[in-house]
T-cell receptor, first 117, second 112 residues
């Protein structure tokens, strides 16, 4: 079974509008972390935002916020006031914090976001 | 944000040859990881390295792969007897004792 599911292979948004990128996850662990990374066409992986499973408030970093719904096992990324430079592939990832775990990340298949002028 | 550099940025090799990919974290970190991304696909975990030894490895990390930290700073991934299907972007990532993982810019490996 997929541990991280991103159901939107591609999304379009108008410049200055907000957009939500979906991510659902599957884990039986009580302690885990959820991450979003941005991958522009140049290929690098840019860390955007992190949410811990025990964090009571949704994480925010500038124009990025994470809509964390633990009961639904979803961790959607919200980008406010989209900019042309936001056009990129976005990956959701999870780290399951087990005893002895080395904390590697499991990634979803990604969502290609295109911001339209 | 910690910085990580990777060399080379692009490596072309013939099938059957050995390649060494290098990762240089700017500052000391506890955890090191290698991931790979086949073109157009998701990022996949290869191996994690903690306290100078392998912590975990995936099924992708077969006996052709090895990692080491030869001089206490560089972190290398060696692939012996390369195959066409090894062609991918290889990312090094570093992690402090908390939660972040910061990725290097990647090395694009092309096996011909």
């Amino acid at each position: 079974a997929q541990k991280i599911t991103q159901t939107q292979p591609g999304m379009f948004v108008q410049e200055k509008e907000a957009v939500t990128l979906d991510c659902t996850y599957d884990t039986s662990d009580q302690s885990y972390g959820l991450f979003w990374y941005k991958q522009p066409s140049s290929g690098e992986m840019i860390f955007l935002i992190y949410q811990g499973s025990y964090d009571e408030q949704n994480a925010t970093e500038g124009r990025y916020s994470l809509n964390f719904q633990k009961a639904r096992k979803s961790a959607n990324l919200v980008i406010s006031a989209s900019q042309l430079g936001d056009s990129a592939m976005y990956f959701c990832a999870m780290r399951e914090v087990n005893s002895g775990s080395a904390r590697q990340l499991t990634f979803g298949s990604g969502t290609q976001l295109t911001v339209l002028p | 944000e910690p910085e990580v550099t990777q060399t080379p940025s692009h490596q072309v090799t013939q099938m059957g040859q050995e390649v060494i990919l290098r990762c240089v974290p700017i500052s000391n970190h506890l955890y090191f990881y290698w991931y790979r991304q086949i073109l157009g696909q998701k990022v996949e975990f290869l191996v994690s390295f903690y306290n100078n030894e392998i912590s975990e490895k995936s099924e992708i990390f077969d006996d052709r792969f090895s990692v080491e930290r030869p001089d206490g700073s560089n972190f290398t991934l060696k692939i012996r007897s390369t195959k066409l299907e090894d062609s991918a972007m290889y990312f090094c990532a570093i992690g402090p004792a908390t939660y972040e993982q910061y990725f290097g810019p990647g090395t694009r490996l092309t096996v011909t």
